[in-house]
């Protein structure tokens, strides 16, 4: 099975049977499924990052931009959140410098600011960014629960914003970027941050506690560098339209690559087979 190269194996021709003797097409079932009425890796979970994964963009922007328009933080504040991503995204191997300003930016950008403002405002932003959810994310959600997995958002985006795109895909178990609140109030101090590549891992292994799955035999998939210790921690990792670090990441332990128009065809492929099959390197090798 061609993994590394989805197109040759997924989006029906010639060469669809390439994937595996106990793949269905027409049915969309494993052969296990049909045999015990149930998905074969059942119960385990598919991690998904949202930024440039499910959307288009950086999600955050939105809800500081409808925080900014109703009056409750300064074009300023704004400015120095999208100059701290900017200089983040171009930051390569010093990204976790980048990222913790970007951050602090956010943090500081929203002290002071009621909550119950920035969820109504989280309402407002979804309203008028919902257009750049990829095409391909409800079919892939739906595609790994219909595999058995639990899908769960993980993103460095805030955690309202995070929500809104989980009401939108119907995923329930959703992390995003969050600041301590007191007295109804944002403080600048942030309780998690899921962009910190160990966080994000650390929050994959306490859903699979929590829900009782195997991270070796659950799924990830993400797009950058911050993403590269979640897709360590699981069996089949997919790196979605990667950035140069992740690329060059994928690339050396042999992890699938995915864009918005495979993405769906090979998530259908390896979550119908046993993930004692995947022919992937699950230990996923140092950096």
Wanted: proline share 7%; hydrophobic share 40%; glycine share 10%.
């Amino acid at each position: 099975m061609n993994l590394r190269n989805p197109k040759n194996t997924i989006n029906g021709g010639k060469n669809r049977k390439s994937v595996g003797p106990s793949k269905s097409w027409e049915t969309g079932k494993s052969w296990e499924t049909r045999k015990t009425g149930r998905p074969v890796n059942s119960g385990n979970i598919a991690a998904l990052d949202v930024d440039g994964t499910l959307y288009d963009g950086t999600l955050g922007f939105s809800v500081l931009d409808e925080l900014r328009e109703s009056g409750w933080i300064s074009e300023a504040a704004v400015s120095r959140v999208r100059a701290a991503m900017a200089e983040h995204r171009g930051a390569g191997t010093e990204f976790r410098t980048t990222l913790h300003r970007t951050c602090s930016a956010y943090g500081s950008a929203v002290s002071g600011v009621p909550y119950e403002e920035v969820v109504r405002a989280s309402h407002g932003a979804w309203r008028r960014v919902r257009h750049r959810l990829l095409e391909c994310a409800a079919p892939l959600v739906e595609t790994l629960r219909a595999a058995g997995y639990t899908p769960l958002l993980l993103s460095g985006s805030p955690q309202e914003m995070v929500d809104r795109i989980g009401d939108e895909l119907g995923v329930e178990h959703r992390t995003g970027l969050a600041p301590t609140i007191r007295g109804g109030v944002c403080t600048p101090h942030l309780r998690t941050v899921p962009a910190v590549p160990e966080v994000k891992a650390a929050l994959l292994r306490a859903a699979a506690a929590r829900l009782g799955a195997d991270p070796t035999r659950s799924l990830a998939i993400g797009n950058s560098a911050s993403d590269r210790e979640l897709l360590r921690g699981v069996g089949m990792p997919i790196a979605f339209e990667p950035d140069p670090a992740l690329s060059c990441l994928a690339g050396r332990h042999g992890w699938p690559v995915a864009d918005r128009n495979t993405v769906v065809g090979l998530a259908r492929a390896v979550t119908s087979m046993p993930a004692s099959r995947w022919p992937v390197d699950t230990a996923a090798a140092a950096p």
